[in-house]
T-cell receptor, first 115, second 108 residues
Framework: DAGVIQSPRHEVTEMGQEVTLRCKPI?????LFWYRQTMMRGLELLIYFNNNVPIDDSGMPEDRFSAKMPNASFSTLKIQPSEPRDSAVYFCASSPTGATGNTIYFGEGSWLTVV | GQNIDQPTEMTATEGAIVQINCTYQ??????LFWYQQHAGEAPTFLSY????GLEEKGRFSSFLSRSKGYSYLLLKELQMKDSASYLC?????????FGAGTTVTVRA
């Protein structure tokens, strides 16, 4: 079975540019999470979708960040404009019933560098 | 909130046992997870505890005490490939919050 698929795997962009990260969750999973990982702050939850609806976006750092889930098989995380401090690994994860008793499965991550 | 504390680093010898402790404070607790993350890779699921007690899975075991807000991950018969970061994560309101991770280094 295909796991969580993320693209791009690596991106280097200049400050001020728009960045769009993409995620395809595991088929049949109804919960989707976007996490950001840095050395300083570890793994932080940015936003959580259930059945394509954003349930909790309290972790989204600021208005420059936005996330959408137009259907059950696709989600995007957009940063506009990007800043050097946004450099991190962005993980998408999915779960069949949220994180209560069922594992969440992570994609391979999108490694973002903003210069 | 859910302050999740675990040691930053641990070192052990191949074949030995290492115990990684995790303490947490949270309301609405739904369960505790342990994940393994090798450098440059995604976290992968190791174990899940929702009731008090010990869950054993091969060389890895995880323990939970809800009243004490305490869990540990026990790694037995350490192998070089076990060198990784181990993340304690608490489930609350259907979300997982992660600790900073414990980097385990296995030496020959």
């Amino acid at each position: 079975d295909a796991g969580v698929i993320q693209s791009p795997r690596h991106e280097v962009t200049e400050m001020g540019q728009e960045v769009t990260l993409r995620c395809k969750p595991i088929s049949g999973h109804n919960s989707l999470f976007w996490y950001r990982q840095t050395m300083m702050r570890g793994l932080e939850l940015l936003i959580y979708f259930n059945n394509n609806v954003p349930i909790d976006d309290s972790g989204m750092p600021e208005d420059r960040f936005s996330a959408k889930m137009p259907n059950a098989s696709f989600s995007t995380l957009k940063i506009q404009p990007s800043e050097p401090r946004d450099s991190a690994v962005y993980f998408c994860a999915s779960s069949p019933t949220g994180a209560t008793g069922n594992t969440i499965y992570f994609g391979e991550g999108s490694w973002l560098t903003v210069v | 909130g859910q302050n999740i504390d675990q040691p930053t680093e641990m070192t052990a010898t191949e074949g030995a046992i290492v115990q990684i402790n995790c303490t947490y404070q949270t309301s609405g607790f739904n369960g505790l997870f342990w994940y393994q993350q090798h450098a440059g890779e995604a976290p992968t699921f190791l174990s899940y505890n929702v009731l008090d007690g010990l869950e054993e899975k091969g060389r890895f075991s995880s323990f939970l005490s809800r009243s004490k807000g305490y869990s540990y991950l026990l790694l037995k018969e350490l192998q070089m490939k076990d060198s990784a970061s181990y993340l304690c994560a608490v489930s609350r309101d259907y979300k997982l919050s992660f600790g900073a991770g414990t980097t385990v280094t296995v030496r020959a």
